[in-house]
């Protein structure tokens, strides 16, 4: 079974496909963690891995006992215990994961077990994003209630997993049965003690344009952790944290993996304590957050995913692509194959109407585009930055024939239209300013700070998000809308409701995030054809929450192929490729201004979503002729880049040879028969290096056929101008290619790149 309970031993022991997670019930109730890690077989009885049962000296002095203990008992004291969710204020001095207030002021939270059960299905959770189990997929959830040693104060503790998957997902509800209100001041997701030290913690962090670089550094005692106060889950940083052995390789090593199912402020640390353990803690970050919890009321904590894999990095990110590509992503467009887009955003920016998008759509339909996305700046007033969110109607000058008339050319084209909006924003030069200032967050008596000159809107309150869902469900209903782009372009400042009661305000940031979930819902239910994707000033909200509603997440604004290496590949050792919406632009990038080939441009959009985002009437025959390769490219290795393996081959983050860095990745179909192999050199100087990649996943007993597609470069005469060229390569068997390695020659010139295809025969 996967999730089981030993009477004798009172050991729950919880299997996913390559791992077990175990704890105990001690005495008197207390709930410790024993194991988690490389999968046991057999059924041990693993009590005996209690530190209580350690030979020795008590773990820390002075030891704090519980009340009950008796002298000897030094051992218990709960800053020594592995905890599965400790209270705070009674000894446990790291991070705790349940902190408030009783009615009387007080802050002790003494948490014992009370009770369980072991039930079939996967958790879900009242207003939260989560891990669902799929029809014919098996999902077991283990219930564990504990309850405050003095006050009728519970806990109840879900671990969710599903046959066939490695994630173990956690959450807990805080139930309040006290007779009075309780201020939940902090309540985590899932804290796990890990018996081991010899770790590096991989985090993410970054700005606009920048998003997800990857930061491995070894573990030091005291506290690593990432945050955010943003109300969003910012550039700054991303909810997920990976704990991985100093020498754990894309291929071999222990990692552990942990990730929030959250869009709002967040904390995620790994925490060396006194007695070389680490402490892994997720949740809601206590920062600026409160909550009161009346009598007979119940607070979930959003899901945290947790993952252990003993064969390196790569297992661990394919196990988190395939959960959030199966059992996050949701509707239609989960399976069928997206459309391939082109975005007005940098060809266009405010500057359209009605014939330049036709134009853009018609030229871009020359190179395979189906779908043409309608940018900001088609509402209201909008000619810049400053004016109209909120006025979801079409801006006349631009639009006569309003967005019927636009989405009817556009599909007399054969294609489909989307539309751009950003419903969490307010302009104050807005109709809808005008007529509800109230509408927006600002703190009474103080002078509201502004992101991008837009106000938010207050989220928390149904009657605002009913205002502005009726503005979007209107424009989604009288045309045939095929894709929403959600925007969200500032950060949470002023963070007040109107609607809230003065003890209630810290209740906010996590009510905010809730009437996000519950606007993007509605549109899921009421508009389930419409492919939503969701971008914030590009990659600042990109997780898994968002994931639930929206398959796919702009990246980043950062359009530059190059600069995109670095941030897909960080993106990737958590999220699939099938969810980073990734464009083939200008070049040179309007970003960097750096160059970069056809080719280029399309081996970075291909490790994502791949869609267009130029202008194509500036864009040379030549060009227009590689995008038409590249677009038929990608939609005939679809399904092996969206529902295949992902490899990571070598780091753009590293020198991989004196003179040049690279980039490659691969993308294996799940029956092995065909595969992609892409390579991008990074600031190359003509190096000679004898250059060998091996190739990863595919069957060593079959044989593939190599073609080759790659940037060649005419000579002076031409002006060093880039074209896109093709060679067979040969048939190679898996071994080989596995074991001896693609030997390749490096190009001459920075940002050339390599795209293979192997079929096998
Ligand atoms: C920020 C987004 O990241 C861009 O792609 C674009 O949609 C602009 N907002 C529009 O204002």
């Known amino acids: 079974m996967p999730i089981s309970f030993q009477e004798k031993s009172k050991v729950f022991t919880i299997h996913t496909e390559n791992s077990t997670y175990a704890f105990m019930i001690e005495r008197l109730g207390l709930v410790t963690h024993l194991y988690y890690g490389e999968r046991i077989y057999d059924e041990s009885d693993l009590s005996y891995l209690t530190n209580a049962a350690a030979v020795g000296r008590p773990a820390l002095y002075p030891e704090i006992t519980y009340p009950e203990f008796e002298a000897g008992d030094a051992k218990y004291c709960p800053h020594a215990r592995l905890q599965e969710y400790s209270g705070f204020g009674n000894g446990d001095y790291r991070t705790t994961s349940l902190q408030g207030r009783f009615a009387d002021g007080s802050q002790t939270i003494d948490l014992r077990y009370h009770s369980h059960k072991i039930v079939e299905g996967a958790a879900s959770l009242p207003g939260l994003p989560c891990v669902y189990a799929n029809e014919g997929e098996k999902a077991h959830t283990l219930v564990l209630t504990l309850k405050d040693a003095a006050q009728e104060l519970y806990a109840e503790l879900y671990y969710t997993v599903i046959d066939g998957h490695d994630e173990l997902m956690r959450s807990a509800r805080i139930v309040n049965k006290?007779?009075?209100?309780?201020?939940?001041?902090?309540?985590?997701?899932?804290?796990?003690?890990?018996?081991?030290?010899?770790?590096?913690?991989?985090?993410?962090?970054?700005?606009?344009?920048?998003?997800?670089?990857?930061?491995?550094?070894?573990?030091?005692?005291?506290?690593?952790?990432?945050?955010?106060?943003?109300?969003?889950?910012?550039?700054?940083?991303?909810?997920?944290?990976?704990?991985?052995?100093?020498?754990?390789?894309?291929?071999?090593?222990?990692?552990?993996?942990?990730?929030?199912?959250?869009?709002?402020?967040?904390?995620?640390?790994?925490?060396?304590?006194?007695?070389?353990?680490?402490?892994?803690?997720?949740?809601?970050?206590?920062?600026?957050?409160?909550?009161?919890?009346?009598?007979?009321?119940?607070?979930?904590?959003?899901?945290?995913?947790?993952?252990?894999?003993?064969?390196?990095?790569?297992?661990?990110?394919?196990?988190?692509?395939?959960?959030?590509?199966?059992?996050?992503?949701?509707?239609?467009?989960?399976?069928?194959?997206?459309?391939?887009?082109?975005?007005?955003?940098?060809?266009?920016?405010?500057?359209?109407?009605?014939?330049?998008?036709?134009?853009?759509?018609?030229?871009?339909?020359e190179f395979g585009v189906e779908l043409l996305?309608?940018?900001?700046?088609?509402?209201?007033?909008?000619?810049?930055?400053?004016?109209?969110?909120?006025?979801?109607?079409?801006?006349?000058?631009?639009?006569?024939?309003?967005?019927?008339?636009?989405?009817?050319?556009?599909?007399?084209?054969?294609?489909?239209?989307?539309?751009?909006?950003?419903?969490?924003?307010?302009?104050?030069?807005?109709?809808?300013?005008?007529?509800?200032?109230?509408?927006?967050?600002?703190?009474?008596?103080?002078?509201?700070?502004?992101?991008?000159?837009?106000?938010?809107?207050?989220?928390?309150?149904?009657?605002?998000?009913?205002?502005?869902?009726?503005?979007?469900?209107?424009?989604?209903?009288?045309?045939?809308?095929?894709?929403?782009?959600?925007?969200?372009?500032?950060?949470?400042?002023?963070?007040?409701?109107?609607?809230?009661?003065?003890?209630?305000?810290?209740?906010?940031?996590?009510?905010?995030?809730?009437?996000?979930?519950?606007?993007?819902?509605?549109?899921?239910?009421?508009?389930?054809?419409v492919l939503l994707e969701n971008c914030s000033s590009g990659g600042g909200r990109y997780d898994v929450g968002m994931m639930y509603y929206s398959p796919q997440i702009w990246c980043s604004d950062n359009t530059c192929p190059t600069h995109r290496m670095k941030i897909q590949y960080g993106s990737s050792l958590i999220y699939p490729v099938s969810t980073m919406g990734s464009h083939v632009a200008f070049s040179p990038n309007i970003n960097t201004f750096h160059d970069a080939s056809v080719l280029t441009r399309s081996i970075s959009a291909m490790a994502g979503t791949f869609g267009f985002e130029l202008d194509p009437a500036h864009e040379s025959e030549q060009s227009k002729k590689e995008m038409l390769l590249a677009t038929n490219l990608y939609k005939k290795h679809y399904f092996t880049i969206n529902h295949g393996d992902y490899y990571r081959l070598v780091s753009p983050y590293e020198q991989a040879v004196p003179t040049s860095r690279i980039s490659a990745w691969q993308f294996v179909s799940k029956n092995q028969e065909s595969a992609l192999f892409s390579l991008v050199q990074l600031d190359n100087v003509n190096d000679s290096a004898d250059f060998f990649v091996k190739l990863k996943g595919l069957d060593s007993r079959k044989t593939y056929k190599l073609h080759r597609y790659f940037d060649s470069r005419n000579g002076k005469e031409q002006g060093f101008t880039t074209y896109l060229d093709e060679a067979e390569l040969g048939i190679f068997s898996g071994e080989v290619l596995m074991k001896a390695g693609l030997h390749l020659q490096l190009l001459r010139g920075d940002n050339m790149s390599t795209l293979i295809e192997l079929e096998a025969l």
Not at 503 to 519: A, M, N, P, S, T
Request: proline share 4%; aromatic share 12%.
């Open 178 to 365: 006290t007779g009075a209100p309780f201020m939940i001041d902090s309540a985590l997701s899932a804290i796990v003690d890990i018996r081991k030290k010899d770790f590096d913690v991989i985090t993410f962090y970054g700005r606009q344009d920048s998003e997800r670089f990857v930061d491995r550094s070894p573990i030091r005692h005291g506290k690593i952790s990432c945050e955010s106060t943003a109300g969003l889950t910012s550039h700054f940083s991303n909810n997920s944290l990976i704990l991985c052995e100093h020498t754990a390789t894309e291929d071999s090593g222990e990692c552990y993996g942990a990730v929030l199912v959250y869009s709002g402020n967040y904390t995620v640390s790994a925490e060396l304590d006194h007695a070389e353990r680490v402490r892994l803690a997720l949740g809601i970050n206590p920062a600026g957050f409160c909550w009161k919890l009346e009598d007979g009321e119940a607070f979930d904590t959003p899901q945290a995913i947790l993952s252990y894999s003993n064969k390196g990095l790569g297992q661990l990110s394919r196990g988190f692509h395939n959960l959030i590509r199966y059992n996050i992503c949701r509707g239609k467009w989960k399976d069928a194959r997206r459309p391939v887009l082109i975005n007005s955003w940098e060809a266009a920016v405010f500057d359209f109407d009605e014939d330049k998008l036709v134009e853009i759509a018609r030229g871009a339909k």
């Open 373 to 529: 996305v309608m940018d900001d700046g088609w509402f209201g007033n909008r000619t810049w930055d400053d004016s109209s969110v909120g006025d979801w109607t079409p801006n006349k000058n631009k639009l006569p024939g309003g967005i019927t008339g636009l989405c009817k050319r556009i599909n007399d084209l054969g294609m489909d239209l989307g539309i751009w909006f950003e419903p969490e924003t307010i302009s104050e030069n807005s109709d809808l300013y005008r007529a509800h200032p109230d509408y927006s967050v600002q703190v009474p008596g103080r002078a509201p700070t502004r992101g991008r000159w837009e106000l938010l809107l207050d989220m928390t309150r149904k009657e605002v998000r009913d205002n502005i869902y009726n503005q979007v469900a209107k424009v989604l209903t009288d045309s045939p809308i095929a894709y929403v782009k959600w925007d969200m372009n500032r950060y949470i400042t002023d963070a007040y409701s109107l609607a809230l009661a003065s003890d209630q305000q810290g209740e906010f940031y996590h009510r905010y995030v809730l009437g996000v979930y519950e606007f993007m819902e509605r549109l899921h239910q009421n508009f389930p054809h």
